[in-house]
């Protein structure tokens, strides 16, 4: 493999920012620039198949391949790394969804030259780092950091949370689900948001 200066493209924030949309943009300049990539999304991902999509972009959506998102090493399945010519990039979206092992997966196939643009939510309902997000947050080289509206009081927001406040989310901090689950918000309004579901 010949090596490349190799880059980890790191795209996060709330729900409703365009992550997705980026990740697309991002993959036109691949291939525009002629340069191969391999597209992957975890499989417990259901609300769009196969395919990454963004609700900005109606009509532009790409085939991704699904990866069970407790084993992010079955990536190695879908290369030929001593066949792979730098610079190739390997583009995941909704990359909180998965284990924490992706991150040593990224470290080891960037070593190796290979580049990476990961599309995900940093922070999951309660302010928490999601999943892998914060360690890939860590060792990227660049950071796509986007916001969104806050659907209270129109202002820049920064946080996902759940409309309605659910006391099983503290088990398992995936719920699949957009716009009829989760609602975006400002800190202002997030902060007053945990303080009433607090003093209920």
Known sequence: MSYFNSQIVVICGPMKS???????VQID???????????????????SFGKVVSRYMNNHSEEAIEIDSKKPSDILTHLDIKKIKTPFYIVIDEAQFFDKSLVELVI???SLGISFILSGLDLDAKSKPFGPMGELLSISTKV??????????????????????????????????????????????????????NDE
């Not at 699949?176 to 989760?182: H, K, R, S, V």
């Open 18 to 24: 365009g992550k997705s949309k980026e990740l697309l």
């Open 29 to 47: 300049k691949l291939r525009y620039s002629q340069i191969p990539f391999l597209l992957f999304k975890p499989s417990v991902d259901s609300r």
């Open 108 to 110: 080891y196939l960037n």
């Open 144 to 197: 796509l950091k986007m916001t969104a509206v806050c659907e209270q009081c129109y202002s820049v927001a920064t946080r996902s949370s759940l409309r309605d406040n659910d006391p099983n989310f503290a088990k398992n901090n995936i719920k699949i689900g957009d716009g009829d689950i989760y609602e975006v918000l400002c800190l202002k309004c997030y902060y007053a948001k945990f303080k009433r579901e």
